[in-house]
């Protein structure tokens, strides 16, 4: 497995464009892939909501 190291950022855009190609690697659960974050990133998602709902 390939381990793939995510940030905030990456994570934005995946959410924000789900049928880009970071979009379509992160929210298919591909098996091919370990997926790590740093543990803030759940605040971080959190306390931008107001942006990824719009």
């Known amino acids: 497995m390939t381990k ?3 940030d905030t ?3 934005f855009s ?3 464009n789900i049928n ?6 992160l ?3 591909d098996d091919l892939h370990d ?8 605040t ?3 306390e931008h909501k107001g942006k ?3």
Do not use: D, M
């Not at 880009?20 to 690697?25: D, K």
């Not at 997926?35 to 759940?42: D, G, M, T």
């Open 4 to 6: 793939i190291v995510v």
């Open 9 to 11: 950022n990456i994570i």
């Open 14 to 16: 995946a959410i924000l």
């Open 20 to 25: 880009s190609r970071i979009g379509q690697i």
């Open 27 to 29: 929210l298919t659960g």
């Open 35 to 42: 997926f790590y974050a740093p543990k803030y990133i759940r």
């Open 44 to 46: 971080e998602i959190w």
């Open 52 to 54: 990824i709902k719009k």
